[in-house]
T-cell receptor, first 111, second 115 residues
Framework: DAKTTQPPSMDCAEGRAANLPCNHS???????VYWYRQIHSQGPQYIIH?????ETNEMASLIITEDRKSSTLILPHATLRDTAVYYC????????????WGAGTKLIIKP | GAGVSQSPSNKVTEKGKDVELRCDPI?????LYWYRQSLGQGLEFLIY????????KSGLPSDRFSAERTGGSVSTLTIQRTQQEDSAVYLC?????????????FGPGTRLTVL
């Protein structure tokens, strides 16, 4: 079973920041938080991952709470092309190469 | 360089027939993964290869499913005596190493329809 819970869908206005929440209350100390997204009819695409500290790359920022029980993916200036299903996954980096996928959040960017 | 490629992109077959799905990983990626995705669902892990060996086949749903990888590169997923419930998108991914600090790169998938 997936170790994360996410809202099934969200809307965001084009040009605004999209904030996607994820709960992972049972996360253990050596598990990372990964985010992928899947645009319609394509394979999933890696976005970002983190352990404890906040992370930022050219695509997004990842904010992880201090207790690590939840995180937020931030797309700073959403565009229509960011419409996709966003998956939050926790992963044991040392022993679990599997990605256990939940249902994700369907993010719709509206003009 | 080229990303992960999969063929065919679409496959329609009759119930009871065998099908072969192919995955070409990114050159140099030692780890290869097969997943399947039913409509509106997340991905379901099937099998993982490190090099040519498959240390974890636990995700294969039945003995009708098998996979092999040769030369540490191309992998083939075979489904024998296909059933309608096998209809799904079959996704392949590769990564640099098993430890997984590197992300998985996915192919576009093969959409399998069993009539």
């Amino acid at each position: 079973d997936a170790k994360t819970t996410q809202p099934p869908s969200m809307d965001c206005a084009e040009g605004r920041a999209a904030n996607l929440p994820c709960n992972h209350s049972t996360i253990s100390g050596n598990e990372y938080v990964y985010w992928y997204r899947q645009i319609h009819s394509q394979g999933p695409q890696y976005i970002i991952h983190g352990l404890k500290n906040n992370e930022t790359n050219e695509m997004a920022s990842l904010i992880i709470t201090e207790d690590r029980k939840s995180s937020t993916l931030i797309l700073p200036h959403a565009t229509l092309r960011d419409t996709a299903v966003y998956y939050c996954i926790v992963r044991d980096m040392d022993s679990n190469y599997q990605l256990i996928w939940g249902a994700g959040t369907k993010l719709i960017i509206k003009p | 360089g080229a990303g992960v490629s999969q063929s065919p992109s679409n496959k329609v077959t009759e119930k009871g027939k065998d099908v072969e799905l192919r995955c070409d990983p990114i050159s140099g990626h030692t780890a290869l993964y097969w997943y399947r995705q039913s409509l509106g669902q997340g991905l379901e892990f099937l099998i993982y290869f490190q090099g040519n060996s498959a240390p974890d086949k636990s995700g294969l749903p039945s003995d009708r499913f098998s996979a092999e990888r040769t030369g540490g590169s191309v992998s083939t997923l075979t489904i024998q005596r296909t059933q309608q419930e096998d209809s799904a998108v079959y996704l392949c991914a590769s990564s640099l190493e098993r430890a997984g600090r590197n992300e998985q790169f996915f192919g576009p998938g093969t959409r399998l329809t069993v009539l």
